[in-house]
């Protein structure tokens, strides 16, 4: 069994080396009680659900219950990876199923495919075990300066990482993490934590830092920037979230975290060109607060 600590959270995987990603083997750990405990099962998918289980969300490709003190997530394909979950109602462990057909060390291809797929999947995982502990993933680009995490937010395409990567070229900030970070309230302030999930920047550090600051970012035809007020933080960050919001129950503890952090941190909106002096302008705003 491996053990990683990714945004100060244990997590115990018991599965095959050959089965995890290489990002994780820069949140490799050795101690510590695991917060999280996960299993990789190459086995067939049970079948589906008796009549009478609590059926949490229905689709065409997706079926979640709740049965036996656990939510079940049963893919309604039987190849995807993983095809079938099973998570405590805390989220403090959590198994994956998949076809035997994929339990093949020898064959690149079959690696590469399941790598990515216990990859996707242990993020659902953390993203449910960080809401029971004032956490969750923020879609950013953030870097460290100053000794503070500031984290650029918008849709993907608006120019976060652009704008991060300015920073890096003016002031040679550290990225924590290119597309994704944790954020958790620790002793009543935000702390902010670099993932191994990082999209397609390929860019992430296993360090963590107070949060400084959140910056939304718009496209805009000048440069322009304004702080929000607490309502509008909240309604811009909830939109920034993994969520996972087919549970009201976590629903509920995302939205009490987003109105922690909101209310501990300045949030601004810049509206900017991919230039130098969109950097100057919340430059100028950090130095302020």
């Known amino acids: 069994m491996t053990k990683y600590c990714i945004s100060d959270l244990i997590i115990e995987i018991a599965a095959p080396e050959w089965v995890l990603h290489d990002n994780f083997k820069f949140f490799s750990c050795k101690n510590g009680n695991p917060d999280v405990y996960c299993k990789v099962k190459f086995e067939k998918r049970p079948g589906k659900p008796a009549a009478g289980v609590k059926i949490i969300a229905k689709t065409p490709g997706t079926l979640i219950f709740e049965y036996e003190k656990h939510i079940h997530n049963l893919s309604g394909d039987e190849h995807d990876i993983p095809c079938y979950t099973t998570a405590s109602m805390d989220w403090s462990s959590y198994t994956m199923f998949i076809d035997p057909e994929y339990n093949n060390p020898n064959d690149d291809a079959i690696v590469q495919t399941v790598k990515e797929g216990i990859f996707v999947s242990l993020r659902e995982a953390v993203i449910g075990r960080l809401a029971q502990k004032n956490g969750l993933i923020i879609h950013s680009s953030t ?35 290119g597309d994704a970070a944790a954020c958790r309230i620790i002793d009543g302030s935000p702390i902010v934590y670099g993932l191994p999930w990082c999209g397609t920047s390929g860019e992430f550090i296993n360090q963590s830092a107070p949060l400084g600051a959140i910056v939304f970012l718009q496209q805009s035809k000048e440069n322009s920037i304004v702080r929000l007020d607490f309502r509008e933080s909240v309604l811009r960050l909830a939109a920034r979230c993994f969520l996972l919001p087919w549970s009201n129950e976590l629903m509920n503890q995302y939205l009490d975290t987003v109105q922690e952090i909101t209310a501990e941190t300045e949030c601004f909106l810049l509206n900017c060109l991919p230039d130098f002096e969109a950097v100057e302008l919340v430059k100028k705003c950090l130095q302020i607060t």
């Open 143 to 177: 870097i460290l300066w100053q000794g503070r995490a500031i984290m650029f937010s918008a849709p993907s395409g608006t120019g976060k990482s652009t704008h991060a990567h300015l920073w890096q070229q003016l002031y040679n900030t550290p990225i924590l993490d």
